[in-house]
T-cell receptor
Framework: AQKVTQAQTEISVVEKEDVTLDCVYE???????LFWYKQPPSGELVFLIR??????QNEISGRYSWNFQKSTSSFNFTITASQVVDSAVYFC?????????????FGIGTKLQVIP | DTGVSQDPRHKITKRGQNVTFRCDPI?????LYWYRQTLGQGPEFLTY????????KSRLLSDRFSAERPKGSFSTLEIQRTEQGDSAMYLC?????????????FGEGSRLTVL
């Protein structure tokens, strides 16, 4: 079954602390994509990153970094020096082929609260 | 604004009434998705259009739900005889591509409250 598990439902950190959001996925497919989305209080889902299953290179974008490890089926997201604006719900998602198109399954999300 | 737009943003209705949501995708996007998000959960897939063809429907989409995408442009999602369990955020997303999924662009959602 295609599944995404975000074991941390809520995390609180003090501003400027680093925080890592965990994501573990399950899939039978060898070709798949992994995503992270941010959902601020306004409700819109904002795309952060996409990774394909053949690219295990870690990625850094400003204060954000992602660690993709196929051996442990994990795609973790780290925010360095967190800021209040980072407060949001973060979703990890898995995309896999289904019926001729790519289907996306989301985790339940991790609510991050950054306290000033 | 060239993003995905959804209307209305909020809808409060009484049980048993019909409601309709509209989604305007990014103009060049051929793929359109509807998702439902309940409190404390991630978005769940409802249905998918490629151009005007509805290619897949989730089992979540009961016969009270109907979605259309005439002419492959905007899409509507209608819920008939609403029930309290239909209360959720309904999200529309669009993307462009044939085989490789690109970035899914989401709208801000339409929040439905059924009293």
């Amino acid at each position: 079954a295609q599944k995404v598990t975000q074991a941390q439902t809520e995390i609180s950190v003090v501003e400027k602390e680093d925080v890592t959001l965990d994501c573990v996925y399950e899939t039978r497919d060898t070709t798949y994509y992994l995503f992270w989305y941010k959902q601020p209080p306004s409700g819109e889902l904002v795309f952060l990153i996409r990774r394909n299953s053949f690219d295990e290179q870690n990625e850094i974008s400003g204060r954000y970094s992602w660690n993709f490890q196929k051996s442990t089926s994990s795609f973790n997201f780290t925010i360095t020096a967190s800021q209040v604006v980072d407060s949001a719900v973060y979703f990890c998602a898995l995309s896999y082929p289904s019926g001729g198109y790519q289907k996306v399954t989301f985790g339940i999300g991790t609510k991050l609260q950054v306290i000033p | 604004d060239t993003g995905v737009s959804q209307d209305p943003r909020h809808k409060i209705t009484k049980r048993g009434q019909n409601v309709t949501f509209r989604c305007d995708p990014i103009s060049e996007h051929n793929r359109l998705y509807w998702y439902r998000q309940t409190l404390g959960q991630g978005p769940e897939f409802l249905t998918y259009f490629q151009n005007e063809a509805q290619l897949e429907k989730s089992r979540l989409l009961s016969d009270r739900f109907s979605a259309e995408r005439p002419k492959g442009s905007f899409s509507t999602l209608e819920i008939q005889r609403t029930e309290q369990g239909d209360s959720a955020m309904y999200l529309c997303a669009s993307s462009y591509g044939a085989h490789v999924i690109g970035e899914l662009f989401f709208g801000e959602g339409s929040r439905l409250t059924v009293l």
